[in-house]
């Protein structure tokens, strides 16, 4: 390119020297990948097809820390990139959509009105869980393979909660634990005749022992209890 000048008289000057422009093709426009969707609180990586330079940027606003490669992100939204090669910037790349999955809501385990999380050996209690699907039990903190409903039968003690799974693959938060307290059974106990004689008269009083413990029920014959100490005095045979 050069110039000439007038200074309005009709007279021009000599031409310019000639300055000589170059004008340089823009970088391919690159192509954003990388995953779409993901749970609150994680992230997904995103990349850029290889070149010197980058602008990323989420539903159009330059994100002005991210300069590599690759992205992280932790937002949901539209992604898009350009690239240079030290002169050009690229057009801009087509959009990238990704989506922040919300989690699904912490669960509440619950047990029947009136129903004791404390029993003894042998017995059960029936847990229950807020969420619909998607359940998972643990005991103290540890996973129970298979227990994956809604109601779960704790026959051991321990804390017990539980964390759903939706559709998106997010887990809730853990639920509160709900102890449950399994009680062991006494040993079976061994009746004592005191004296040792099975046989009495009518009008005598027979006395039957028990081992030491904390509480007593005497049956007779037809399971009627009919007494609650450590020791029981018989009158009638039986």
């Known amino acids: 390119y050069s110039v000439e000048v007038s200074n309005g008289s009709g007279c021009w000057s000599v031409r310019s020297d000639v300055v000589d422009m170059v004008m340089n093709t823009l970088p391919a426009t690159p192509v954003v990948s990388g995953g779409v969707s ?55 790349s087509g959009v990238l959509s990704v989506t922040a999955n919300t989690l699904p809501a912490t669960p ?45 039968v704790a026959t051991q003690t321990g804390g017990y909660s539980v964390r759903v799974t939706d559709v998106n693959g997010c887990e809730s938060g853990m639920s509160s634990s709900t102890v449950v307290v399994v009680n062991d059974v006494p040993v079976k106990p061994v009746v004592t005749v005191v004296g040792g004689v099975r046989e009495f008269c009518v009008g005598s009083v027979v006395v039957l022992s028990a081992p030491m413990s904390s509480g007593y029920r005497w049956y007779n014959e037809r399971g009627d209890v009919v007494g609650t100490g450590q020791s029981y005095s018989v009158t009638v045979g039986g």
């Open 38 to 92: 993901f749970c609150v609180g994680s992230s997904v990586l995103l990349s850029s097809t290889l070149s010197g330079g980058y602008r990323w940027y989420r539903d159009g606003v330059l994100l002005s820390s991210a300069v590599g490669q690759v992205y992280t992100a932790s937002v949901g939204g539209g992604y898009s990139v350009q690239v240079s090669d030290g002169k050009c910037w690229s057009l801009m």
């Open 108 to 152: 509440v385990v619950g047990v029947g009105v009136g129903v004791s999380t404390v029993f003894c050996e042998g017995g059960s209690v029936e847990l229950r869980s807020s969420g619909v699907s998607g359940n998972q039990w643990y005991r103290d903190g540890m996973k129970i393979e298979g227990a994956t409903f809604g109601v779960y």
